[in-house]
Each structure stands twice: as structure tokens, then as C-alpha cells.
């Protein structure tokens, strides 16, 4: 009798991709997802769902994505998150901290939900959302703060899972680099 856990699914595509190693990036990605199926029997859209998770392992993470997961998993000292978010960010591409406007700031938070999130997290994150910025009951005088949306999105940031993932993804954040962010030291 086969396996057909998680964990024996996500192994079967890992086998395959480095069997296929050589061939044109899009063959060999069809042909793992064919592989997959055949054994498993599963439906195809998860099939290259899972596929394409593994090849996803295979990222480098950018430095926007390292220092922005490491200070929302509180390996950088919090005051305010915004402006936190604003002092990294401004770091990292030169620029003034004033030039950092929350429009930069939510399109690297989304990059990373795009890039790190699970379905199940994705889903939990948009169910949290509404809540956070009174979305859902905003009135025409009301509007979304994205303060709010960002903080929100910064928590559940804060709870991606980095190695022992069932999807085979291992996020290497390396440590914080206190000497790129002195500002951000944590004190004991």
C-alpha cells in the first residue's frame, strides 16, 4: 500500500525534480507533476501546486524579506513598527527615512506573503484583515487605515514557520546584522 501523506507526496516531487535535473526548467517541472500523479493519484492542480512549492524552496531570500521576517519574529528591537519598518527599508535600498512612504513598505510585506504564506495562512491573514482596519464595516466617512493593514500583516509575518515545513521549504534568515541596524539593537 503507498503512502499518500503530506510528507510522503512532497518527497515523491523532491525525487523527481532531481531526476529530471538537466532537462529544460519547464519540462522538468511537468514531468515531476505528471510523476506525482501517476503515483499518488492526486488531482493535478495539486499536483503542480506541490511542484511548484518545491521549486519555490529553491529562492534565495532578498534582504527586504530577511530583515522585514526577522523583525517581525522580534529578533529586532520594536518601538514603533511603522517607523521601524520605514528606518529598515530606507537602509537597505540608501535612501532617507522620510522618502519611505507605507506604500513601499505594504508592497514588500506582500511580496512575502505571496512568497512564504500557505493557503491556510493566506486565508487566516485576509480573514484577520477586515478586522483590523474595519473594513467590512466602513462607512463613507470611515476609511482603511494602512497603518493597521501593515501591523496586521507584520504579526502574521511573525508566525511564518522558517524550517520543518510540510511543504519542504526552508527559509534561511541567517542572524539579525545589528551592525547594518544599530537602531534596532535589542537591550536587555
Known sequence: MKDHTAEAIY?????????????????????AIKKVREIHGISLVECKRIVEKILSSEIEV????????????????????????RYIHSVICGMD????????????????????FTTYDKLQWMNELPRASSFLRSTVTETVKPSDMIRMTL????????????????????KPDLEKFPKLEKRE
Open 155 to 174: 504579526a502574521h509575518i511573525g508566525n511564518i514557520q522558517c524550517y520543518g515545513r510540510a511543504d519542504g521549504i526552508v527559509i534561511d534568515l541567517g
Open 62 to 85: 532578498t534582504e527586504f524579506e530577511r530583515h522585514y521576517i526577522l523583525y517581525a519574529k522580534g529578533w529586532y528591537r520594536r518601538e514603533n513598527s511603522i517607523e521601524d519598518l
Open 97 to 116: 527615512v522620510q522618502y519611505v512612504h507605507d506604500g513601499y513598505i505594504w508592497e514588500k510585506l506582500m511580496d512575502i506573503v505571496n512568497k512564504y
Open 11 to 31: 518527497d515523491t516531487g523532491r525525487y523527481w525534480l532531481k531526476e529530471l535535473e538537466g532537462m529544460e526548467p519547464y519540462k522538468r517541472k511537468i514531468g
